[in-house]
């Protein structure tokens, strides 16, 4: 599960121009500091994260780090 | 005493006054110019001695006075729209002692919730930082800092402030969404950072101005506003009366087309606006536009642009696309490089073969 949503986060990274790609990630990863990720490009990792694992993200509130998302999928 | 803030740099009353009587503002701020070139347009060209005089002739005039707001239209084309001053400044409280607020406005200029945030601080000279379009990693600095009061934005703005702040900021006294539907999870996930915040969600557009108000994500329709508002058909109707541009409205009540549920006898949440507009993080914008920039790439045969249901923005743009050479990472490119505004490229973009046209008009996508 982890490798996957890794993947999903670095091809959004990829396809908005972020030139960031996420070699050594880990719980503490922040989304918007660490990754740049903005609103709109959240708002597409809870859709391909939804659509990979049934689950949204930020359904029960505020989401703000990668072991986050971790847990929501669990 | 200060009026504006906008990237860090503060712009006084005095300066507003100097900048309304005379031409060539210091500032190039665009917030600050929208505010001022509305101000001035109201004004009429008048020199006024003190801003207590400027507000003074706002309120005498409210009812005469009018400004337009540039909306996205359900066609491709922009339309504007007649907001009377009066019905902007409806609710606005005026204090009798000097006010120490101040305000985050976390909503785009040009929009009809910032007008109304301009006119309730301007109303009793408090002050304004712009926070739209900050960057979100510098939102602990202006909020420890600047010790922001009064939060008014939507609820996507205030979803990326939470994952930005992680202490507490007891100078909130007061957050204010609309805009977008808010959800009760959010409500309670900002109450550890903003803890002294009172809170209030509004249901308010460019064609009614503020309707409705609760703490949170259901309403009721109020006993002022039961002969003026209903629910039929499972949208809001709103009676004419109320409405900014009451010329334009042939019948007596005009279609909100806002969709609600009940979740009770007596209250009501939105579910989603289906009025021909996509509304993505508080901003209203129209698929037939997109569909026309997209169209304009090389390589693009055909676009069809939808909204899908987003827990953090309200609605998420997408777009199937038909056509040679392109892909997803290429249309975003292309759409950036045209200075398309961020809210209008699709975050979610497939490559399909065909779509199949439906009875009602619509395009269904077959992959």
Redesign the interface.
């Known amino acids: 599960m982890k490798e996957k949503v890794i993947e999903i986060i670095n091809s959004i990274l990829?396809?908005?121009?972020l030139e960031m790609s996420v070699e050594e990630i880990n719980d503490s990863t922040k989304?918007?500091?660490d990754l740049g990720l903005?609103?709109?490009?959240?708002?597409?990792l809870?859709?391909?994260i939804e659509s990979e694992f049934g689950v949204?993200i930020?359904?029960?509130?505020?989401?703000?780090t990668v072991g986050e998302i971790f847990n929501q999928l669990k | 005493m200060i009026f504006w803030i906008e990237r860090g740099i503060e712009i006084p009353y005095d300066e507003l006054l100097e900048d309304l009587n005379n031409d060539n503002p210091k500032s190039d701020l665009p917030g600050y110019l929208y505010f001022l070139t509305l101000l001035k347009k109201l004004c009429g060209g008048r020199i006024f001695s003190s801003i207590d005089s400027v507000i003074h002739f706002l309120i005498e005039n409210k009812d005469t006075m009018s400004f337009q707001i540039q909306t996205s239209g359900t066609t491709s084309v922009p339309k504007s729209i007649t907001v009377k001053v009066s019905n902007c400044i409806r609710y606005v409280k005026k204090s009798k002692e000097e006010s120490l607020k101040i305000w985050g406005m976390g909503y785009p200029h040009g929009s009809f919730a910032s007008t109304q945030v301009f006119f309730q601080s301007l109303m009793n000279k408090e002050t304004i930082y712009y926070v739209f379009g900050i960057d979100f990693k510098t939102s602990d600095q202006i909020f420890s800092e600047y010790k922001i009061t009064n939060l008014s934005c939507t609820p996507t703005f205030l979803s990326m402030l939470l994952i930005n702040l992680k202490k507490e900021y007891p100078s909130v006294l007061k957050i204010t969404t609309g805009g977008e539907k808010m959800k009760n999870s959010l409500i309670n996930s900002f109450k550890k950072i903003f803890s002294s915040a009172e809170y209030i969600n509004i249901y308010a557009s460019t064609e009614t101005g503020s309707l409705l108000y609760s703490t949170t994500e259901y309403f009721s329709i109020p006993e002022k506003y039961t002969s003026k508002l209903k629910i039929e058909d499972g949208t809001l109707r709103v009676h004419r009366s109320l409405l900014n541009e009451v010329d334009k409205i042939n019948d007596d009540w005009y279609d909100t087309n806002d969709l609600v549920e009940f979740v009770d006898d007596n209250h009501f949440k939105f579910v989603s606006r289906s009025n021909g507009y996509l509304n993505t993080g508080g901003f209203r914008v129209s698929p037939l536009q997109i569909e026309e920039k997209i169209m304009e790439i090389e390589g693009v045969k055909d676009v069809h642009v939808y909204g899908k249901p987003n827990s953090l923005l309200g609605s998420i743009i997408c777009a199937d696309i038909i056509g040679e050479g392109v892909s997803s990472k290429i249309i975003k490119s292309e759409l950036m490089n045209r200075s398309i505004e961020k809210q209008m490229i699709p975050q979610i973009i497939r490559i399909v073969e065909l779509f199949e046209h439906v009875s009602n008009g619509k395009k269904k996508i077959m992959i």
């Open positions: 990829r396809e908005n121009d989304l918007t500091d903005d609103s709109f490009n959240l708002a597409q809870t859709v391909e949204d930020f359904e029960n509130g505020v989401i703000s």
